[in-house]
Antibody
Framework: EVQLLESGGNLVQRGGSLRLSCAAS????????MSWVRQAPGKGLEWVSG????????YYADSVKGRFTISRDNSKNTLYLQMSSLRAEDTAVYYC???????????????WGQGTLVTVSS | DIQMTQSPSSLSASVGDRVTITCRAS??????LNWYQQKPGKAPKLLIF???SLQSGVPSRFSGSGSGTDFTLTISSLQPEDFATYYC?????????FGGGTKVEIK
C-alpha cells in the first residue's frame, strides 16, 4: 500500500524557518515526481512546489519562489520542503502528493498524505 | 499562469440528483485536467485524471469530459457520501493550478 506521511509542521514566528518531511513507502519512490500542495484554513487547494523523480527539475508557485526549496533523498524515500522567510499567509495544512510519472507536468496527484499544519504567528 | 475557474462555487442537491460541475481554463490545456474530491478534515482524493479517465476504485456514477478550455465533472446520481468539495486541477504547464472548488451540499 502506498503511504505518505508528512511531519515537521509547527507554530513558527513570522520571518522564521521550518522544514517539512514526507516519508514515502509502498512504491519505488525514486521513480516518481512529487509535489507539495497547501490549504489555508477554510480555503481551497494551492500547489506549492514539485520536483521530478531524480530531483533534477524543480518548480515553484510564484507565492513561494525564492523562499521555499523542495528536495528529495531517494535513498531515504523522503521528500522535503525547506521554508524560510515565513509569512502569515503561509499558514496552511501542507500535503505531499505522489505524481503518476517522472515529471511534474502532464500528471496527477495520487495519493496524498494526511497533511501537516504550519502556523505562522505575527 | 493558467487560471482555472470552477462554477458554481457551491450547490445544493438531493440524493439521486444529477450534478454537473464545470471548470474553465484561461488557455487551452488539451486533456491535462484532473478532478479531486475532498471531505472535511481529509486529504483530497483523485476521481478523474486526463479529463475523462476514471481512477481505479471510484464509482462509475462519476464521469468527466472536455478538452481544450472547457471541462465538466458529472455525478449521475448523487449519493450521501458524495457531499464534499470538488476541485479541478491543470497539469499542462507549471505552475500547476487548481480551481477554487465547488461545495456540494445537501438540499
Amino acid at each position: 500500500e502506498v503511504q505518505l506521511l508528512e511531519s515537521g509542521g509547527n507554530l513558527v514566528q513570522r520571518g522564521g524557518s521550518l522544514r517539512l518531511s514526507c516519508a514515502a513507502s509502498g512504491f519505488t519512490f525514486s521513480s516518481y515526481a512529487m509535489s507539495w500542495v497547501r490549504q489555508a484554513p477554510g480555503k481551497g487547494l494551492e500547489w506549492v512546489s514539485g520536483l521530478s523523480d531524480s530531483g533534477g527539475s524543480t518548480y515553484y508557485a510564484d507565492s513561494v519562489k525564492g523562499r521555499f526549496t523542495i528536495s528529495r533523498d531517494n535513498s531515504k524515500n523522503t521528500l522535503y520542503l525547506q521554508m524560510s522567510s515565513l509569512r502569515a499567509e503561509d499558514t496552511a495544512v501542507y500535503y505531499c502528493a505522489k505524481g503518476l510519472g517522472t515529471t511534474v507536468r502532464y500528471n496527477w496527484f495520487d495519493p496524498w498524505g494526511q497533511g501537516t499544519l504550519v502556523t505562522v504567528s505575527s | 499562469d493558467i487560471q482555472m475557474t470552477q462554477s458554481p462555487s457551491s450547490l445544493s442537491a438531493s440524493v439521486g440528483d444529477r450534478v454537473t460541475i464545470t471548470c474553465r481554463a484561461s488557455q487551452s490545456i488539451s486533456i491535462y485536467l484532473n478532478w479531486y474530491q475532498q471531505k472535511p478534515g481529509k486529504a483530497p482524493k483523485l476521481l478523474i485524471f486526463a479529463a475523462s479517465s476514471l481512477q481505479s476504485g471510484v464509482p462509475s456514477r462519476f464521469s468527466g469530459s472536455g478538452s481544450g478550455t472547457d471541462f465538466t465533472l458529472t455525478i449521475s446520481s448523487l449519493q450521501p457520501e458524495d457531499f464534499a468539495t470538488y476541485y479541478c486541477q491543470q497539469s499542462y504547464s507549471n505552475p500547476l493550478t487548481f480551481g477554487g472548488g465547488t461545495k456540494v451540499e445537501i438540499k
